[in-house]
């Protein structure tokens, strides 16, 4: 689903990422782990058409990031860290909206954000504004709006932060049932480790810009002798996990 | 062209929903039509045919030229990344918010031409409808580029910026008096602006004179500021794509 080799990004002088190689298999729910700054934000992304890689080739969902980045923006979904909704427009409006973008008519549209709403426990909040939502509320709406067009791959940035623990085990129960249901596959950043252990069939940890540490949690952790991903983050990174974290 | 549909009508329905933001563009050309412009109609300077259009261009750099003010608020809310992220062209991005910044003028537009009638403008209808269809090519133009100086600068900088910045240009299109009264240093510099020539086409057209080399470099120049306009934006929406 994504087939990512040597990957780089320079900012002026600055090399935020220096060569990533990375394979994710359909189906599979993929955390992508690092300290702030290590260039996770940054590899995200380049992977989602936002940012023009340096050097290195990607296919992403069967499309050439290079040569198609319009077919990689039709087959993704992409759930930003901050959110996608205006404050103060009616979130039904915005969904019909996005929906449209990607070809479906206004009645499809409709349909379609109807059963989506349902699907994640928001029915009937179309006229509402999401200033009147909770934090897990807003993330469910947030999925909701990348997944609008059915895509093959989701990328979710730091999808439960600022969540209280019950939000956030009930939007990693929502993840599942998404991949279990569609086969959708999942590629996720997150600051929390237990969320990555519990969630995620597959860990890849990022530091200064380079892939250091990867395979499913439990493999992580026999081969560190670690009891926890926390330890394991510790060990490849010398560093914590939250550390310096907004969240 | 669906998806410039849907993104011109969303953002249609969103400006009327929201009246105080359609009249609040009009105010400035508004205030000079009803407070300076009887002053300018007995000075002998020229009539209401004269100071119309310059207000037609007052409107422009004063409507169209906020407009970038709305994807601040966009950038923001990450609502712009979301757009960014559909495999809709750039350019219609673009175009979804300028077709809404241009059917907004065109409505402003007409109010003023309504007031100004009723203050005593008189003018060939034929000129008035192709002197509003030129106001809307030159917005389109303003438009883009404050969209593209929008994206370009810190979000709290525009507003401060853009209303500063509006203020010489539409001094300088002789927009108030007419430029032939003008120093031959201003005269030059002001030939240095686009919207001079705006102005002047649009002034050929409210006198009938429809075969004049005036219209004609107003045209020509208002589609060269439109099509310029529309490249810097789209480039600037494209910018950091893969």
């Not at chain 1, 990328?155 to 599942?176: C, I, K, M, Y």
């Not at chain 1, 049932?177 to 940890?205: K, P, Q, S």
């Not at chain 2, 065109?106 to 003018?123: D, E, H, K, S, T």
């Amino acid at each position: 689903m994504i087939h990512a080799r040597g990957l780089t990004k320079t900012f002026g002088p600055v090399e935020a990422v220096r060569g990533i190689d990375l394979d994710v298999s359909a189906g599979e729910i993929v955390g992508f782990l690092g300290p702030n700054g290590a260039g996770k934000t940054t590899t995200l992304r380049m992977l989602t058409t936002l940012l023009r890689p340096t050097s290195g080739t990607a296919t992403v969902a069967g499309a050439d990031l290079f040569a198609d980045p319009a077919g990689v923006r039709r087959r993704i979904g992409y759930v930003a860290q901050g959110g996608a909704f205006a404050p103060f427009s009616p979130v039904g409006e915005e969904l019909v909206l996005q929906a449209r973008l990607y070809g479906l008519t206004r009645e499809e549209a409709r349909e379609r954000v109807t059963a989506l709403l349902a699907g994640l426990d928001l029915p009937g909040v179309e006229e509402r504004t999401t200033v009147t939502m909770s934090g897990g509320q807003k993330r469910r709406l947030d999925i909701a709006m990348g997944l609008l067009h059915r895509p093959e791959l989701l990328f979710l940035d730091e999808p439960t932060t600022g969540l209280d623990p019950q939000s956030r085990a009930n939007l990693w129960d929502h993840v599942r049932r998404l991949r279990e249901r569609d086969g959708l596959t999942v590629f996720l950043t997150t600051h929390y480790l237990e969320e990555a252990d519990a969630l995620c069939d597959r860990v890849l940890i990022i530091d200064h810009g380079r892939i250091v540490a990867g395979g499913t949690p439990d493999e992580l952790k026999s081969e560190h002798g670690a009891r926890t991903l926390d330890d394991v983050f510790l060990a490849v990174t010398g560093r914590e996990p939250r550390e310096g974290a907004a969240a | 062209m669906t998806a410039l549909a849907a993104l011109t009508g969303h953002y249609l329905r969103a400006s009327f929903g929201n009246r105080f933001s359609l009249v609040f563009g009009a105010i400035q050309p508004f205030l000079y039509l009803v407070l300076f412009g009887p002053l300018f109609d007995r000075s002998g300077v020229g009539s209401w045919a004269v100071l119309v259009p310059g207000l037609l261009v007052q409107l422009g750099l004063t409507s169209a030229g906020m407009a970038g003010f709305t994807i601040v608020f966009d950038q923001r809310f990450g609502v712009l990344e979301r757009l960014r992220v559909t495999p809709v062209s750039r350019v219609t991005l673009l175009l979804g918010r300028v077709l809404r910044d241009s059917v907004v003028l065109l409505i402003q537009a007409v109010l003023i031409v309504v007031a100004a009638w009723a203050l005593g403008l008189r003018a060939p209808l034929a000129g008035v409808l192709a002197a509003l269809l030129l106001i809307t090519v030159l917005s389109v133009g303003m438009a883009s580029l404050s969209y593209a100086a929008a994206l370009t600068m810190r979000q709290e900088l525009f507003a401060p910026v853009m209303s500063t910045v509006v203020i010489p240009l539409m001094l300088l299109s002789g927009a108030l008096l007419p430029m032939s009264l003008a120093p031959a240093w201003l005269d030059v510099v002001s030939r240095l602006t686009p919207f001079r020539y705006a102005v002047e086409g649009l002034r050929a057209l409210f006198a009938g004179s429809y075969a004049s080399s005036a219209l004609l470099w107003g045209v020509v120049v208002s589609l060269v500021f439109a099509i310029v306009g529309v490249a810097l934006g789209t480039s600037r929406f494209q910018r950091e794509n893969a």
